[in-house]
Each structure stands twice: as C-alpha cells, then as structure tokens.
C-alpha cells in the first residue's frame, strides 16, 4: 500500500548527514524546538546565544535528511569550562522513534570525549524513551537531585535580610 509506505518515513544511515549549525539554519531549528517542546526564542534560545556558545568551546550539532534537506535533529552543547551540558536534543516528531537519535548521540558524547570533559543533562522524568538512550550511551541517574531556575529576573525580589 504506497498510502502506508509514505506515513512510514522509511530513513537509511546515508540519508543523513551529521553537521555543524550554521546562522541561516536558525528558524528551522528554532521551529524543530517548537515543536518537540523544548522551548525556543521566548527563552532567549537566539542566533546570538547559539554563537556565542560556540565561540565558548560549545557546538551545536545537526542532523540533516540528505534527501529533503530538512533539518530533523539537534544538539546542543554548551561548555562552562568545567563541564559540557547538552541541551535541546531532540528529533522532529514524524522522525522520531526510528532509532535515528542514537547517530545524533554518539557524535555528542565523541564531542564531550574529544573536550575530555564530563557530560550533564537534565530530561524530564516522563521523557521514558530519551531517559532508555542517556542510560544506553552510558549516562548515570544522579540521584534525588531536584532543578531550580530563574528565567526572568524581573519577577525576582530581594529576600528579606534581619
């Protein structure tokens, strides 16, 4: 049934190429991260930030469909001199579930190893089958570790010193 073959998106390794972020990606990207939830401009995910990042010793990987030439997966890593964060990784959703984030995974953990530095995410606890890819590409749980974050500064009143 080609109705069938077309909704199953049927991708091999060559299709794909693995490559680094470039400004004129920024608005698909951006709408990839709108649409796997993990934020975008509205949390000041901009241009700017990613190149500064970069310039910072981070890198922001991209996973390209050879064929179509869309952009279908990112990963972003960040550096703070200490350690490599990754960050905002993610498949495009019709691409997902077709094992294609393990590439887009092992070129991030051969980033953090070629930096010689640790690697730290967060994912969220519902998030089962990106938790089942971290513990496969070796990462541990913390353990009962909880994430606090300030986003907008101007909400945020001095506490009350005595």
Known sequence: NLQYLKKK?????????????????????????????????????????????????????????????????????????????LHHFGIKPKYQGKGISKLLLNESLNFAKSKGMQLKLEVHKNSIEAINLYKKGGFNYLGDYKVYIIRDFERVKPIEVK
């Open 9 to 85: 998106l049927i991708l091999k390794i060559a299709d794909l190429n693995i490559r680094d972020y470039k400004t004129n990606d920024f608005a698909e990207v951006n709408n990839l991260w709108t649409a796997t939830g993990m934020g975008g401009t509205e949390r000041g995910d901009i241009d700017e930030v990613i190149q500064q990042t970069i310039k910072a010793n981070g890198k922001l990987i991209i996973l390209e469909n050879k064929i179509s030439k869309e952009i279908i997966g990112t990963s972003w890593l960040t550096n703070d001199g200490r350690r490599i964060y």
